[in-house]
């Protein structure tokens, strides 16, 4: 009771999922402003990514939050 739950966690986080063509460079451009900025992204799916040049379309990727304002 009181406990916040993994659903209300996960509502803040932000996803994308991945379509042909992309590079996690580009994801992270795209939505953190900063291409060099991919390996946050990898370290944070780190649980489905073993290499930041291997994603597949249709994968979902959690991204880091941005502290833009």
Not at 6 to 27: E, P, R
Not at 31 to 59: C, V
Request: proline fraction near 6%; aromatic fraction near 4%; hydrophobic fraction near 35%.
């Amino acid at each position: 009771v009181g406990a916040p739950t993994a659903a209300a966690g996960a509502a803040q986080a932000s996803t994308y999922t991945v379509k042909a063509g992309d590079t996690l460079s580009k994801i992270a451009k795209q939505h953190l402003g900063d291409a060099n900025a991919y390996m946050d992204i990898f370290n944070l799916n780190r649980d489905q990514l073993n290499d930041p040049d291997k994603i597949k379309p249709g994968q979902v990727l959690k991204l880091p939050q941005t502290t833009r304002q």
